[in-house]
């Protein structure tokens, strides 16, 4: 096996250039890595993991020879974007080369409100261009000023829009991938609007994306705007109406709960000490009308900036999604998290959560929207009442088991729970299409390099010691 893994770093290093064949030392240890630490279960199982090499293609010509190579030294192929990902997506369980997108980063076109770029195309520098032709993206994460395009759609599932547009998932924000088939002589497969979703949340196991479109929405110029008050569950009436103001143009609604925003070093001179606070992004020219009916419910604005156009910090959303749970690892690393969508019986759940675990939840809420229906161009109707409540809330981390137990609880309750402390896809979100993702994989990736690992019910993984479950 060493044989085989030195005459492949040869091949490689012939194949990219030297530069870019990494094969050890502290670089190759960052490519091996993302941020699954924020799950001390994932520290336990991933600490140690690590890529033989890690190679960084600067062409579609180069990325075809770097995956022929590894289709015929039978070695694991890992794709990476930026790492920013918390579930070790982009972790190499069995070793083998990691694939770095960065220089795969062009943006191909920005026309009539779809972008065409790149997988390893920064979502940040994608906003930036967008909204000089008067677009912006439909949903980002919180770590969009790095995260990559191609990272974002195989380890993500929605954030930053996603109260206006729904996640990744929602019909017609992907309109195509393209994916690049590990074989002998790989292939490059489109899949359009629907079909796309073979592709999208499945950590790179279905193909590698190489290229994405993706809709756009109008431009907005926004206010970033703190609400606060003394109450939370005065806050939480006003934050969760508010989502549901569909004549307000939003970008993100987040309610933290008290100590939450204390984390928040940045923030600590707007902020007033014991008091839960809400984040919203709203169209500017609305902010007057937002605060006056912040105020008039006895919620206060105790922030508000406009967005720069183009985009430069500060961010509010800095501080949003899992930027929070890094906020407060930072401030105390006890604290772990868990990803929830709540029903609409969502403050029983919390008066539930709080009798049953008292002290050990903290509740960070993001709204977000359901069922969107596209409409006559880029109009979104929506009901109301399918605007979701999520969040991540923060949990004090005492044992697995007691980790265990608040898990079981959320699904007792029906809080569903996309579980951030497994590397398996499918404990992780919603997979309703995972017949198709298996079979599409079979497809592309004959020999199971892709991502080994990953996808737990995929009944064929060379490098495990046993079958995976069917």
Same mark, same amino acid.
């Given at each position: 096996?060493?044989?085989?893994?030195?005459?492949?770093?040869?091949?490689?290093?012939?194949?990219?250039?030297?530069?870019?064949?990494?094969?050890?030392?502290?670089?190759?240890?960052?490519?091996?890595?993302?941020?699954?630490?924020?799950?001390?279960?994932?520290?336990?199982?991933?600490?140690?993991?690590?890529?033989?090499?890690?190679?960084?293609?600067?062409?579609?010509?180069?990325?075809?020879?770097?995956?022929?190579?590894?289709?015929?030294?039978?070695?694991?192929?890992?794709?990476?974007?930026?790492?920013?990902?918390?579930?070790?997506?982009?972790?190499?369980?069995?070793?083998?080369?990691?694939?770095?997108?960065?220089?795969?980063?062009?943006?191909?076109?920005? @026309?009539?409100?779809?972008? /065409?770029? #790149?997988?390893?195309? %920064? &979502?940040? =520098?994608?906003?930036?261009?967008?909204?000089? +032709?008067?677009?912006?993206?439909?949903?980002?994460?919180?770590?969009?000023?790095?995260?990559?395009?191609?990272?974002?759609?195989?380890?993500?599932?929605?954030?930053?829009?996603?109260?206006?547009?729904?996640?990744?998932?929602?019909?017609?924000?992907?309109?195509?991938?393209?994916?690049?088939?590990?074989?002998?002589?790989?292939?490059?497969?489109?899949?359009?609007?629907?079909?796309?979703?073979?592709?999208?949340?499945?950590?790179?196991?279905?193909?590698?994306?190489?290229?994405?479109?993706?809709?756009?929405?109008?431009?907005?110029?926004?206010?970033?705007?703190?609400?606060?008050?003394?109450?939370?569950?005065?806050?939480?009436?006003?934050? @969760?109406?508010?989502?549901? /103001?569909? #004549?307000?143009?939003? %970008? &993100?609604? =987040?309610?933290?709960?008290?100590?939450?925003? +204390?984390?928040?070093?940045?923030?600590?001179?707007?902020?007033?000490?014991?008091?839960?606070?809400?984040?919203?992004?709203?169209?500017?020219?609305?902010?007057?009308?937002?605060?006056?009916?912040?105020?008039?419910?006895?919620?206060?604005?105790?922030?508000?900036?406009?967005?720069?156009?183009?985009?430069?910090?500060?961010?509010?959303?800095?501080?949003?999604?899992?930027?929070?749970?890094?906020?407060?690892?930072?401030?105390?690393?006890?604290?772990?998290?868990?990803?929830?969508?709540?029903?609409?019986?969502?403050?029983?759940?919390?008066?539930?959560?709080?009798?049953?675990?008292?002290?050990?939840?903290?509740?960070?809420?993001?709204?977000?929207?359901?069922?969107?229906?596209?409409?006559?161009?880029?109009?979104?109707?929506?009901?109301?009442?399918?605007?979701?409540?999520?969040?991540?809330?923060?949990?004090?981390?005492?044992?697995?088991?007691?980790?265990?137990?608040?898990?079981?609880?959320?699904?007792?309750?029906?809080?569903?729970?996309?579980?951030?402390?497994?590397?398996?896809?499918?404990?992780?979100?919603?997979?309703?299409?995972?017949?198709?993702?298996?079979?599409?994989?079979?497809?592309?990736?004959?020999?199971?390099?892709?991502?080994?690992?990953?996808?737990?019910?995929?009944?064929?993984?060379?490098?495990?010691?046993?079958?995976?479950?069917?």
């Amino acid at each position: 096996m060493v044989a085989r893994t030195d005459e492949l770093k040869t091949e490689l290093r012939a194949l990219v250039g030297a530069d870019n064949l990494i094969d050890g030392g502290d670089a190759l240890e960052a490519l091996s890595k993302d941020f699954y630490w924020y799950s001390p279960v994932l520290r336990r199982q991933l600490d140690g993991k690590r890529a033989d090499m890690a190679a960084r293609p600067g062409s579609m010509e180069e990325l075809r020879a770097v995956v022929a190579a590894c289709w015929r030294a039978r070695v694991p192929v890992v794709a990476r974007g930026a790492g920013t990902g918390n579930y070790g997506q982009c972790v190499p369980l069995y070793g083998g080369v990691v694939i770095d997108f960065s220089r795969l980063d062009r943006i191909l076109s920005l @026309d009539g409100g779809v972008a /065409r770029v #790149e997988a390893g195309a %920064r &979502l940040g =520098t994608i906003e930036a261009e967008a909204r000089k +032709s008067g677009w912006e993206l439909r949903c980002m994460p919180s770590t969009w000023v790095k995260s990559t395009m191609g990272g974002f759609l195989c380890g993500g599932s929605g954030g930053i829009g996603s109260i206006t547009w729904g996640g990744i998932n929602a019909p017609g924000n992907v309109k195509s991938v393209a994916m690049l088939t590990c074989e002998e002589e790989p292939r490059l497969i489109r899949l359009e609007e629907a079909e796309s979703l073979k592709a999208l949340h499945a950590y790179g196991t279905t193909g590698l994306m190489v290229e994405v479109e993706m809709r756009l929405a109008p431009k907005v110029d926004y206010d970033q705007l703190i609400l606060s008050a003394p109450d939370w569950d005065r806050l939480l009436d006003w934050t @969760d109406a508010a989502a549901r /103001r569909l #004549e307000w143009r939003k %970008r &993100l609604v =987040t309610q933290f709960e008290w100590p939450i925003p +204390s984390y928040f070093k940045p923030l600590a001179r707007h902020l007033r000490a014991g008091e839960p606070v809400s984040f919203l992004l709203i169209d500017r020219a609305q902010t007057p009308e937002v605060v006056a009916s912040a105020s008039s419910a006895g919620v206060d604005c105790v922030f508000q900036k406009p967005l720069a156009d183009p985009p430069r910090p500060p961010f509010i959303t800095d501080y949003t999604w899992n930027h929070t749970t890094l906020w407060a690892i930072k401030a105390d690393p006890t604290v772990t998290y868990i990803q929830a969508g709540f029903g609409p019986g969502f403050r029983g759940q919390f008066a539930e959560l709080r009798r049953r675990f008292p002290g050990e939840i903290l509740l960070h809420l993001e709204w977000t929207a359901g069922n969107a229906k596209m409409m006559r161009g880029n109009a979104v109707w929506m009901n109301p009442d399918e605007v979701v409540v999520g969040g991540i809330p923060l949990v004090f981390f005492r044992s697995e088991g007691r980790l265990n137990e608040i898990l079981a609880c959320c699904e007792e309750i029906g809080v569903f729970i996309a579980n951030p402390h497994t590397v398996h896809l499918e404990e992780g979100g919603r997979h309703p299409n995972i017949a198709d993702k298996r079979a599409f994989k079979e497809r592309v990736d004959p020999r199971a390099l892709l991502n080994p690992g990953k996808m737990k019910t995929y009944p064929v993984n060379p490098f495990a010691r046993e079958p995976a479950a069917t």
